[in-house]
């Protein structure tokens, strides 16, 4: 075991239960060494919703609250009102966050709490088996769309800038060092800072979605489907078509809730 | 007020709820508006800031009750209030309170369901809800006021009952009980239970004592390495959700610590029992009129009484079985359909005749009615 894995994992907890060839381990990786880097174990607290991702936080040996299907979020939001100083990091997948958590999702995006929410997208319900989730492409085969999904995907990303978060990224699992240093970003944003990553589920997706790519043909497959700013510049129109952003897409500055709350105890009007 | 600190006031029920929780070291609310219990929820957003508390206005009552049990892990005493549809909302969190043992207080102030049903009238419908409404085997405490004032003392007992038990209490008040204005004694030397950090060295967080209750409540970012977990899950927090004895283990011991400690928890006001022979079993706002009943048939030489429930979950089914053994009949008024009344006939074990007299529709029972039933009982006694 290296040296991060054995100084930030939960060992009573293991083993983890991905699938063999799952992106959250490369997450996880990258989000330990950002912690490592910013040396803030002891204020992290993480909060983890339900599915694949929301399994990560559990295996980090820090405080860890593992809540209900999409209630990640507003149990952070609690946890963080609680005590502004904490670094409170929500783990969560497309279908917690912007399917059953959608609400919760968008309003604490308006209320800018100082949250990091990563989003690990696999663009289907892998722990539940393979079903179609909102993230999920449009006329794609899962178990619950085997003529082809009729409903197109949500951008999460958009989404979140829309609802008035201040820092969105978007990275994928292929991405392990700019992943690192966005993790980094978000945790010091002063605001509510998106992440979302998009992973290979070679078990679930690859073999619904794609066709059966293995983990590392799915996770070039996906590498191919994305682009960053500095590359689009540079890209002929057709060949930027059907493409998705990565980067840093959105960063703003606006008060922050939990400051805002601690100025209405010192008895200052908003 | 006066030289002890108490105070006095008119007062909604709703509001002395507010002043309660405040009173006893609620320091963190979140909500969302709902007739009849908006009130609790206007009052927290004034009251809360000045003494160091958050209140948030959350997006749903779904999102109000994770945001409680985020608070409480994060160190707060919280709270959340609503009525029926977004009780029934929270349901899911609720279970998950009961499960990872998290103390925090639910106030349903209750109205007409089901559905949208009367949002501006009374009901005492949501008992069973409190007690079952989650899926899954667990046990909560729910304790019923009848005035403004109990919903004062009631509302900090909650508080005190949630971090001894760890477990979600309920305060069921009802749209009378929380609009009635009337006069509340607060303040003076009332007893507030205080968190109390668990020693770190070998800390296991869910290692209950012999009497199933998890030694105080600790906090995030204190220096636990805490995992909270809403599988089924060991002494460490570990799920163990696969493991069937250990599975069993917990949930049994989730219930039998609101069970087993039933004689800590039960909480009856008895009116004239000693030699009654009728005796009116009665909770909440429903209580108001049958204590009246009570009075004017003792006053025409009725051997009658009443037996108030202040906690009616968990069931005290001893103390009504004893009464069942002395008692003649029982009379069960209740706003709902009859319900409580199963639970009456159950611990009373055929020992006592059990009359239901449920009212649907919000208006509440006349004295005349509850006293009717009583005349009714003591002529059917006089025929067998």
Redesign the interface.
């Known amino acids: 075991m290296n040296e991060i894995a054995e100084k930030y994992l939960r060992q009573e907890a293991l083993p983890m239960i991905f699938c063999p060839g799952c992106g959250d381990g490369t997450v996880l990786g990258a989000f330990l060494r950002a912690v490592d880097e910013l040396k803030i174990g002891d204020q992290l607290a993480l909060v983890g919703g339900i599915g694949c991702s929301g399994w990560m936080p559990v295996y980090v040996n820090v405080d860890t609250i593992h809540t209900l299907h999409g209630r990640a979020i507003p149990v952070a939001v609690g946890l963080k009102a609680t005590r502004p100083d904490r670094k409170v990091v929500v783990f969560t997948g497309d279908g917690d966050a912007i399917g059953i958590g959608g609400n919760h999702f968008i309003h604490a995006a308006r209320r800018n709490v100082d949250l990091t929410v990563i989003m690990i997208n696999n663009a289907i319900y892998g722990m539940t088996g393979g079903q179609a989730a909102p993230t999920t492409p449009s006329g794609a085969t899962t178990q619950t769309t085997p003529y082809g999904n009729p409903e197109d995907p949500f951008d999460a990303c958009k989404l979140a800038e829309a609802a008035g978060a201040t820092y969105v990224a978007r990275w994928t699992a292929g991405h392990p060092r700019q992943l690192i240093k966005a993790f980094k970003e978000a945790i010091q944003h002063p605001g509510f800072a998106f992440i979302e990553v998009m992973t290979q589920c070679p078990v679930q997706a690859g073999r619904y979605i794609k066709g059966g790519l293995d983990a590392p043909e799915f996770l070039a497959d996906i590498r191919k489907s994305v682009v960053t700013e500095a590359q689009a510049a540079t890209m002929p129109p057709e060949e930027l078509a059907g493409r998705t952003r990565i980067g840093l897409l959105h960063r703003s500055e606006r008060p922050e809730l939990t400051q805002r709350l601690a100025a209405l105890n010192r008895g200052e009007k908003r | 007020m006066s030289e002890d600190g108490r105070k006095v006031r008119i007062i909604q029920g709703n509001e002395a709820s507010v002043e309660g929780a405040i009173a006893a070291g609620c320091?963190?609310f979140?909500g969302y508006p709902i007739t009849p219990a908006s009130e609790i929820a206007e009052l927290m957003s004034r009251r809360l800031?000045?003494v160091?508390?958050?209140f948030?206005q959350?997006?749903?009552e779904?999102?109000?009750i994770?945001?409680?049990?985020?608070?409480?892990?994060?160190?707060?005493k919280?709270c959340t209030a609503s009525s029926g549809p977004g009780i029934s909302l929270m349901q899911?969190?609720v279970g998950?309170a009961a499960e990872?043992e998290t103390p925090c207080v639910v106030i349903n102030v209750m109205r007409g369901g089901p559905a949208t049903g009367q949002p501006t009238i009374s009901s005492q419908q949501d008992i069973y809800q409190a007690r079952y409404g989650g899926h899954g085997d667990y046990e909560i405490i729910a304790l019923v006021p009848s005035s403004a004032q109990e919903a004062y003392d009631l509302t900090i007992k909650a508080f005190n009952l949630a971090e001894e038990f760890r477990v979600p209490v309920y305060l069921l008040s009802d749209e009378i009980v929380g609009h009635t204005r009337e006069r509340v004694v607060m303040g003076g030397p009332i007893e507030v239970r205080e968190r109390v950090a668990p020693p770190k060295e070998g800390y296991r967080p869910y290692a209950a004592g012999p009497d199933g209750l998890l030694p105080g409540m600790p906090a995030?970012?204190d220096?636990?390495?805490?995992?909270?977990?809403?599988?089924h899950h060991d002494e460490?927090g570990?799920?163990a959700g696969d493991d069937v004895n250990k599975s069993a283990a917990l949930v049994q011991r989730l219930n039998d610590k609101v069970r087993k400690n039933i004689d800590r928890i039960t909480d009856v006001e008895r009116v004239d029992l000693d030699d009654a022979e009728v005796a009116v079993v009665c909770f909440g706002s429903t209580a108001r009129p049958a204590l009246e009943a009570v009075q004017s048939a003792r006053e025409k030489g009725v051997k009658a009484g009443a037996l108030r429930l202040r906690v009616i979950w968990p069931f005290p089914e001893k103390v009504v079985a004893e009464l069942a053994g002395r008692a003649r009949t029982l009379i069960v008024p209740e706003m709902n359909i009859g319900k409580l009344v199963l639970e009456v006939r159950r611990s009373a074990g055929g020992r006592a005749e059990v009359i239901s007299l449920p009212r649907l529709g919000g208006a509440l029972h006349t004295p005349e009615e509850v006293e009717g039933a009583i005349m009714d009982a003591v002529k059917g006694g006089n025929a067998r």
Request: glycine fraction near 18%.
């Open positions: 320091r963190f979140a800031p000045p160091g508390g958050t948030l959350m997006e749903d779904i999102a109000s994770n945001a409680v049990i985020g608070a409480s892990w994060g160190g707060a919280a899911e969190g998950y990872t995030f970012n220096g636990y390495r805490l995992l909270v977990e809403g599988q460490r570990i799920r």
